[in-house]
């Protein structure tokens, strides 16, 4: 449509912004015009604080371009008047806040197991403790973290879930904790066929979660007592010749001028209200 190439071009005018960059969405009301502009999130807040100086210069702009359509008289219904009414850049929501999380850790000691014999094929072994502690729960591998150290075998495990759920998941750990051991050790003796291996299992330990830190007011400083410095005695001013005050420098060729709207860097997120007194459009 013939208006909306010259509104595009009305408000993309003296600026680096090509008119893909420009979505317009018209109106009734004579005619609103919203015009959104997509350009780097670098250079937004001085190209929002630039074009909120230039608005009457684009709505000018807006109303010489829709004038020079042909035809426009035909769907007028008056003299053709133009307003940019806003200029902001649109806020981005902050990001939702993760859930806080809870941990429960256990201990299972295995007695007659090698350690070192273990340790070398220790993903499949910690693969099956996994395996038992999320049976049963909605818990993943990776909310389970599995440590193996000496003596003679010490599996402490971690396990990490959302504060909404802790209650329920304590409540099934303290429920089937007593069938942990057993379960681990027939995961060993997979490692030592005939060997007799049994195991212990610790109480559940519940980490108390840390207060949230709580802001201090700073402390204001004393003020240090200075030192009288003694008066200067005055100096006698000798008559000076009257001299011409310093005159401001004129502005130079490369000095930008305020009204002019060639400077004006691309913007992240525009909205430009633009109004205009239009019957229909071409």
Same mark, same amino acid.
């Given at each position: 449509?013939?208006?909306?190439?010259?509104?595009?071009?009305?408000?993309? $005018?003296?600026?680096? #912004?090509?008119?893909?960059?420009?979505?317009?969405?018209?109106?009734?009301?004579?005619?609103?015009?919203?015009?959104? +502009?997509?350009?780097?999130?670098?250079?937004?807040?001085?190209?929002?604080?630039?074009?909120?100086?230039?608005?009457?210069?684009?709505?000018?702009?807006?109303?010489?371009?829709?004038?020079?359509?042909?035809?426009? /008289?035909?769907?007028?219904?008056?003299?053709?008047?133009?307003?940019?009414?806003?200029?902001?850049?649109?806020?981005?929501? =902050?990001?939702?806040?993760?859930?806080?999380?809870? %941990?429960?850790?256990?201990? #299972?000691?295995?007695?007659?197991?090698?350690?070192?014999? +273990?340790?070398?094929?220790?993903?499949?072994?910690?693969?099956? #403790?996994?395996?038992?502690?999320?049976?049963?729960?909605?818990?993943?591998?990776?909310?389970? $973290?599995?440590?193996?150290?000496?003596?003679?075998?010490?599996?402490? +495990?971690?396990?990490?879930?959302?504060?909404?759920?802790?209650?329920?998941?304590?409540?099934?750990? $303290?429920? #089937?904790?007593?069938?942990?051991? /057993?379960?681990?050790?027939?995961?060993?003796?997979?490692?030592?066929?005939?060997?007799?291996?049994?195991?212990?299992?610790?109480?559940?330990?519940?980490?108390?979660?840390?207060?949230?830190?709580?802001?201090?007011?700073?402390?204001? =400083?004393?003020? %240090?007592?200075?030192?009288? %410095?003694?008066?200067?005695?005055?100096?006698?001013?000798?008559?000076?010749?009257?001299?011409?005050?310093?005159?401001?420098?004129?502005?130079?060729?490369?000095?930008?001028?305020?009204?002019?709207?060639?400077?004006?860097?691309?913007?992240?997120?525009?909205?430009?209200?633009?109004?205009?007194?239009?019957?229909?459009?071409?």
């Amino acid at each position: 449509m013939r208006v909306e190439y010259s509104i595009r071009a009305a408000v993309i $005018e003296g600026t680096n #912004v090509s008119e893909s960059d420009v979505e317009l969405e018209l109106s009734a009301g004579s005619v609103n015009v919203k015009a959104i +502009i997509t350009v780097p999130a670098a250079e937004s807040q001085s190209f929002v604080a630039d074009l909120n100086e230039n608005k009457d210069s684009v709505a000018q702009r807006v109303v010489q371009k829709i004038q020079a359509v042909p035809g426009i /008289d035909d769907v007028s219904n008056g003299d053709i008047t133009a307003s940019v009414s806003t200029v902001e850049e649109p806020t981005t929501p =902050a990001p939702p806040t993760p859930a806080p999380l809870r %941990t429960i850790n256990m201990r #299972v000691i295995l007695e007659g197991a090698n350690y070192t014999r +273990i340790m070398a094929d220790e993903a499949s072994f910690v693969s099956g #403790v996994k395996t038992i502690i999320i049976n049963g729960t909605s818990l993943q591998e990776s909310d389970v $973290e599995v440590t193996l150290s000496s003596g003679s075998v010490i599996v402490d +495990i971690e396990v990490t879930v959302a504060a909404g759920g802790f209650d329920a998941l304590l409540a099934h750990f $303290e429920k #089937v904790k007593d069938t942990l051991p /057993d379960a681990v050790v027939q995961i060993a003796q997979s490692f030592f066929p005939g060997l007799t291996i049994t195991a212990t299992v610790s109480d559940l330990v519940v980490p108390t979660p840390a207060p949230a830190p709580t802001p201090s007011s700073p402390t204001p =400083a004393a003020p %240090t007592p200075s030192s009288p %410095t003694p008066a200067t005695p005055p100096t006698p001013l000798s008559p000076t010749p009257n001299s011409p005050s310093p005159s401001s420098p004129a502005p130079g060729p490369g000095t930008p001028e305020l009204d002019s709207f060639a400077h004006v860097p691309k913007a992240h997120m525009l909205v430009i209200a633009v109004l205009a007194t239009l019957a229909a459009t071409a």
